[in-house]
């Protein structure tokens, strides 16, 4: 089993950036694929972006594609995700996940019901 905690979140006023961390602890990091999703008031929890586990392959969804960048430090055990230009409905809370295992397929690092385990969240909100 491995804990997560997302640590960065906060208050930004639109074009600004942020960057999230999300420390694990219990089991060897580089076991995990590493994911962040998000989840805005009044919607489902959606995708946001995932790294592998050797820190080569990334995956994004469509609108954050060129200002978001996720990347780990298996070192540190910690994923990152750096956050540009940021607009008003990037505001939601966000969350990290890791799935222990091997993605074989580059479709199932968006998929959020096969990432084993979750942090509690963290909250951007982005001011216009």
């Known amino acids: 089993q491995v804990q997560l905690v997302e640590s960065g979140g906060g208050v930004v006023q639109a074009g600004g950036s942020l960057r999230l961390s999300c420390a694990a602890s219990?089991?060897?990091?580089?076991?995990?694929?590493m994911g962040w999703f998000r989840q805005a008031p009044g919607k489902e929890r959606e995708f946001v972006a995932a790294?592998?586990?050797?820190?080569?392959?990334?995956y994004y969804a469509d609108s954050m594609k060129g200002r978001f960048t996720i990347s780990r430090d298996n070192a540190k055990n910690t994923v990152y995700l750096q956050m540009n230009s940021l607009k008003p409905e990037d505001t939601a809370v966000y969350y990290c996940?890791?799935?222990?295992?091997?993605?074989?397929?580059?479709?199932?690092?968006?998929?959020?019901?096969?990432?084993?385990?979750w942090g509690q969240g963290i909250q951007v909100t982005v001011s216009s």
């Open positions: 996940a890791a799935y222990s295992g091997i993605f074989y397929s580059g479709s199932s690092y968006y998929r959020q019901e096969l990432y084993h385990y």
């Open positions: 790294i592998n586990r050797i820190g080569v392959n990334t």
């Open positions: 219990g089991r060897t990091f580089s076991n995990y694929v």
